[in-house]
């Protein structure tokens, strides 16, 4: 008998308290991460807003000091989102929401949706679903409007309308409740069928619907929140594209999008499949605040990921975590005394796959910790790969236009960074990327 059964039998045991286990997991994920954002402020406190020796004379002081407040302001917003959805979750658990909810999704289905051909546990599955999603957006809509209206707005990034911000919540919702419904009713019809072995199944059947959205996004979602239009001719689309056409890039289209109705924060990457053609999307703003050279050397960057194959072991090693988080749940989705914990006479799937995600967050952590290490990798290569190309001096002026006009932090905590960026810091890259010029010569 493996650990991890033996673990799970031991705790299948009438009145194991399953609330307080899950109440202090929460607690202790906001403890946390609480505790890493103290050691960030406490850096930054440390630092004030002295730009690092490395960038004297690129960043302007002034610029530093906006930095440092937009890094503070969003660090203290963020302890406080993270106690919000804590008293949130630890609300549910005490006054038993969860049963009460599942109750009022068979109410609904019994008497609002009686014309539905469809009943059973499925169904009413696919319903508590949706009212957990719709619960959960009146929680964090507030948060996310102040983070736009008031914090994004101040440091002037926030380009949308009251309407535009409206309109994209409900158009999310509706995705939602359209695609969330279809792959919960997969998932539960799966595990139904095949009972104990259904992680296979289901890992197969999660390839299939991310292959799925790689191909169906940017046609037909992507559309719905912003507009694409191709590249105009001239000097930029002329040296992406020789720079495509040098690598053997499969390059399709190339398009600007709209970023700026939203944000004046700056991006590039491409998309498709990881063995098909691609398409590169520039933010209308990244144009606006970059030179031609500095554009390129970002997509060669980008590139360099597709060169790597960084996106194809990416996509890989998500099948590996998917793989083991449902193996995990095949050990506690038949616990008995998790479902009595929470009120729950029978043992509806859906229920304790909810559970679970909570049972789940020490092992998010440290998957945390892992898959930004890998990140961080993979983007020190693509710097490398770019350095290559003959790009160095313009990627590091392209970084750090990129890390003024987004008020990125001038200073990071270690352990802060390793939990919580997938990027290196910008100090860091820089160091990187002369370190391989220098080899290169």
């Known amino acids: 008998m493996s650990f991890f059964s033996q673990l799970t039998g031991a705790l299948d045991k009438p009145g194991f308290n399953w609330k307080l286990l899950i109440?202090?997991?929460?607690?202790?994920?906001?403890?946390?991460e609480a505790y890493l954002s103290y050691r960030q402020i406490k850096k930054l406190q440390?630092?004030?807003h002295q730009v690092p020796q490395s960038l004297k004379g690129k960043i302007e002081e002034d610029v530093a000091l906006k930095s440092q407040d937009y890094s503070f302001t969003k660090l203290k917003f963020g302890i406080f989102s993270d106690a919000v959805n804590l008293l949130y979750n630890l609300t549910w658990i005490k006054f038993d929401i969860l049963p009460k909810l599942w109750n009022l999704s068979g109410n609904i289905l019994a008497n609002s949706l009686a014309f539905l051909p469809w009943k059973g546990t499925l169904v009413q599955s696919l319903v508590f679903v949706n009212l957990l999603s719709i619960a959960g957006?009146?929680?964090?809509?507030?948060?996310?409007?102040?983070?736009?209206?008031?914090?994004e707005e101040r440091f002037g990034f926030n380009k949308q309308t009251l309407k535009l911000w409206i309109t994209d919540a409900i158009k999310g919702l509706l995705l939602s409740f359209v695609f969330g419904t279809a792959?919960?009713?997969?998932?539960?019809?799966?595990?139904?069928?095949?009972?104990?072995?259904?992680?296979?199944?289901?890992?197969?059947f999660m390839f299939v619907i991310q292959i799925f959205f790689i191909i169906f996004y940017p046609k037909f979602i992507q559309p719905l929140f912003n507009k694409l239009t191709p590249l105009e001719d001239g000097e930029l689309k002329q040296s992406i594209e020789k720079l495509a056409a040098d690598q053997k890039f499969p390059l399709d289209k190339l398009y600007v999008i709209d970023g700026s109705k939203r944000s004046s924060h700056s991006n590039a990457y491409f998309l498709g499949l990881p063995w098909g053609t691609k398409q590169i999307v520039i933010f209308d703003t990244l144009i606006e605040k970059s030179s031609v050279n500095e554009v390129t050397a970002v997509l060669g960057h980008e590139i360099g990921h597709w060169a790597l194959s960084h996106t194809t072991k990416l996509l890989l090693i998500n099948q590996v975590q998917l793989?083991?988080?449902?193996?995990?749940?095949?050990?506690?989705?038949?616990?008995?005394?998790?479902?009595?914990s929470f009120g729950f006479s029978g043992q509806?799937?859906?229920?304790?796959?909810?559970?679970?995600?909570?049972?789940?967050?020490?092992?998010?952590?440290?998957l945390s910790f892992a898959t930004n290490l890998l990140s961080r990798n993979y983007e020190y290569q693509a710097d490398?790969?770019?350095?290559?190309?003959?790009?160095?001096?313009?990627?590091?002026s392209a970084l750090i236009g990129l890390h003024k006009e987004n008020l990125s932090s001038l200073h990071v905590d270690w352990?802060?960074?390793?939990?919580?960026?997938?990027?290196?810091?910008?100090?860091?890259?820089?160091?990187a990327i002369e370190f391989n010029a220098k080899k290169e010569k």
């Open 46 to 48: 440390e630092k004030g």
């Open 183 to 204: 792959i919960y009713a997969g998932f539960l019809k799966i595990v139904d069928y095949f009972s104990d072995t259904f992680m296979f199944y289901m890992s197969v």
């Open 415 to 431: 352990l802060y960074s390793a939990y919580s960026h997938s990027h290196p810091h910008l100090t860091e890259r820089l160091q």
């Open 348 to 366: 509806p799937v859906i229920i304790g796959f909810t559970l679970f995600s909570d049972v789940l967050k020490p092992f998010n952590a440290v």
């Open 384 to 396: 490398e790969y770019a350095v290559d190309l003959g790009y160095s001096s313009d990627l590091s």
């Open 323 to 340: 793989f083991s988080i449902f193996s995990l749940f095949a050990l506690f989705f038949k616990n008995k005394s998790l479902y009595q």
């Open 23 to 32: 109440a202090g997991f929460s607690s202790a994920e906001f403890a946390f």
């Open 137 to 151: 957006l009146v929680v964090s809509l507030p948060l996310s409007y102040y983070s736009t209206f008031v914090i």
